[in-house]
């Protein structure tokens, strides 16, 4: 018999949901139980209010959502290429192409926010005002700069040659409306 699901480390570990789940599934509802539904629903209750009275907040929450949107359609763009599916049949190797697909994303983030940063220092540093407030709208997860079709034969040391002592690549200078 493997460990109990509620035991790890030697201690008892249970998530909010799953104990709120038992007692609200249980045949006779207790105190506890009840409270727990009124805390629950007045605390969607005064998100909704501040949601609706607070301009601010709206945005800020429209901003979030954008944000994951955009790291969904990356995802989308990554796995599918427009035109791909999943074709494991194994749990484990769809598991797999999952955390492929967590990687890649990642290695794009990461790299898209790296170079942004490059580019508005370089901006920044040619007498550009750039405003923090507006950064804090771009979202690095996007796919316009991906070749999703085809093969891209890489020249090593061509592309080695190129990074300068910083060990990037040279940013593409071009008029931008920034």
């Not at 791909?84 to 790299?111: F, K, M, P």
């Not at 580019?119 to 804090?136: F, K, P, Q």
């Not at 996007?142 to 079709?149: D, K, L, T, W, Y």
Request: charge should be positive.
């Amino acid at each position: 018999m493997g460990p109990h699901p509620f035991l790890s480390g030697g201690g008892l570990h249970a998530t909010a949901s799953l104990i709120v789940g038992k007692l609200s599934a249980s045949g006779r509802q207790n105190a506890l139980a009840a409270a727990l539904k009124e805390y629950g629903a007045l605390r969607r209750t005064i998100y909704a209010a501040r949601y609706l009275s607070d301009p601010a907040y709206r945005r800020k929450i429209s901003r979030q959502l954008n944000k994951g949107e955009s790291l969904h359609a990356l995802k989308r763009d990554l796995l599918y290429a427009h035109e791909g599916t999943v074709r494991a049949r194994h749990l484990e190797q769809q598991i797999e192409q999952a955390w492929c697909l967590t990687l890649v994303t990642n290695a794009v983030v990461a790299w898209t926010t790296e170079y942004y940063g490059l580019a508005v220092d370089s901006m920044r540093a040619a007498g550009r005002r750039i405003d923090d407030e507006v950064l804090a709208h771009i979202s690095p997860a996007h796919s316009e700069n991906i070749n999703f079709f085809g093969s891209i034969d890489v020249d090593i040391d061509a592309e080695l040659a190129q990074l300068g002592p910083s060990g990037y690549r040279p940013l593409r200078v071009r008029d931008t409306l920034f």
